[in-house]
């Protein structure tokens, strides 16, 4: 059974930064693509950073560009988020979800409260 | 950057029934459109991907057609467990955008 399970979210302030974690299991992670998508509250979803499977190549939406870093540890099966810089408009839940150029797998997400 | 144009917002729909929702890409797509459903306080699930192919393990209830720029997904014998928002995403490049969702209640 495919597992995708996020942590590192929590409040942070304005300009402060914060790395979120996704622990994978139940598949090969180093054979797929990962992502991360977001969704403001009350708000629609929307797509942040994609990985390739080895890391090699990265993807950003416009927003975060500069600030915020996908990575990951395949001997861990583990997926990252890195966000610096962080402003109020980043407030959301964050989904860690397999890329298969869709997402066809995601974790329960993890909450990130920017506020001073 | 592709826009993604759903409609409607909301659908109000009896138990039973049959509804279609649309989505519109700002140029074509070429079928790599992707239908997802979200229930109050949960993650997304993929429905269907490459416009018309069930995600193993969705009901047969479910459907996605289209091509070029304009998509649609049928779900049809409405149940109560139905009760979701849809978004549809496309894929055709980078960056990947949803379109707005569509809220669905049963009447």
């Known amino acids: 059974e495919v597992q995708l399970v996020e942590s590192g979210g929590g409040l942070v302030q304005p300009g402060r930064s914060l790395k979120l974690s996704c622990a994978a299991s139940g598949f090969t992670f180093s054979n797929y693509g990962m992502a991360w998508v977001r969704q403001a509250p009350t708000k629609g979803l929307e797509w942040v950073a994609t990985?390739?499977?080895?890391?090699?190549?990265?993807y950003y939406r416009d927003s975060v560009k500069g600030r915020f870093t996908i990575s990951r540890d395949n001997a861990k099966s583990t997926l990252y988020l890195q966000m610096d810089s962080l402003r109020s408009e980043d407030t959301a839940t964050y989904y860690c979800?397999?890329?298969?150029?869709?997402?066809?797998?995601w974790g329960q997400g993890v909450m990130v409260t920017v506020s001073s | 950057d592709i826009q993604m144009t759903q409609s409607p917002s909301f659908l109000s729909a009896s138990l039973g029934n049959s509804i279609t929702i649309t989505c519109h890409a700002s140029q074509n797509i070429k079928g790599w459109l992707a239908w997802y459903q979200q229930k109050s306080g949960n993650a997304p699930e993929l429905l269907i991907y490459?416009?018309?192919s069930l995600q193993s393990g969705v009901p047969s209830r479910f459907s996605g057609s289209g091509s070029g720029t304009d998509y649609i997904l049928t779900i049809s014998n409405l149940q109560p467990e139905d009760i979701a928002t849809y978004y549809c995403?496309?894929?055709?490049?980078?960056?990947?955008?949803f379109g707005s969702g569509t809220k669905l209640e049963i009447k």
């Open positions: 990985i390739s499977y080895d890391g090699s190549s990265t």
């Open positions: 995403q496309h894929y055709q490049s980078f960056p990947l955008t």
């Open positions: 490459k416009a018309s």
């Open positions: 979800a397999r890329f298969s150029d869709y997402f066809d797998y």
